[in-house]
C-alpha cells in the first residue's frame, strides 16, 4: 500500500504530494475499550480526571511497537477488570487484569488522563508509583486492534 501526504506550499492554493513510504507508519496493538467501558472510567473514577488535564481512556497497551501478526486474535473481545487506581503529577491510570501480563508496558493498564500542560505523555502512567486496591469490581470490554499512526 502506498501513503501519501499532502502539503500546502506557501500561500498558493497549489499542493504538494509526497509519496510516504510504508516504514514512516508506526503500527502498534491494543485492546481498545468500548464507548461504554470509556464513560464507565470517566464516571468512576472522575476524581483522578483533573479538568485541566488531557482525558484518555481510551485502551490497554499490548505492544507499543509493533502490530499483532495472528490476524486471528484482531477483534477478539476482551474482558478486563479494575484492580487498582494510581496518580502522579502527570498522568493517572487504572491498573487491569484479564488480558494476563500480555503488554509491554510495566504493567497491564488504562491510562484515564495525562497533564499534557507540563510534558505528560500516557506513556507515563507507567511510571506511577501511588496505587490504591478499587474493591469493588468494575469490568471493561474492549477488542484488540491493531493502530496505525501516520
Not at 502498534?28 to 476524581?47: H, M
Not at 486471528?72 to 494510581?86: E, I
Not at 507507567?126 to 474492549?142: A, E, F, Q, Y
Request: glycine residues 6%.
Amino acid at each position: 500500500m502506498t501513503l501519501y501526504k499532502a502539503h500546502f506550499t506557501g500561500l498558493s492554493s497549489k499542493k504538494k504530494i509526497n509519496k510516504i513510504s510504508e516504514n514512516t507508519q508506526t503500527e502498534w496493538c491494543a485492546i481498545v475499550l468500548d464507548t461504554e467501558s470509556q464513560n464507565k472510567l470517566r464516571k468512576l473514577f472522575s476524581n483522578y480526571l483533573d479538568p485541566e488535564w488531557s482525558i484518555k481512556c481510551h485502551h490497554m497497551t499490548i505492544d507499543p511497537f509493533k502490530p499483532i501478526s495472528d490476524s486471528s486474535l484482531l477483534g477478539m473481545t476482551v474482558n478486563l477488570a479494575v484492580t487498582y487506581v494510581g496518580k502522579s503529577d502527570v498522568a493517572s491510570a487504572v491498573k487491569v487484569v484479564g488480558y494476563g501480563n500480555k503488554t509491554n508496558n510495566e504493567f497491564p493498564h488504562v491510562t484515564l488522563a495525562v497533564n499534557e500542560k507540563i510534558g505528560g505523555k500516557a506513556k507515563d502512567s507507567n511510571k506511577i508509583v501511588n496505587w490504591t486496591p478499587v474493591l469493588d469490581h468494575i469490568s471493561l470490554v474492549g477488542t484488540i486492534q491493531n493502530i496505525q499512526n501516520i
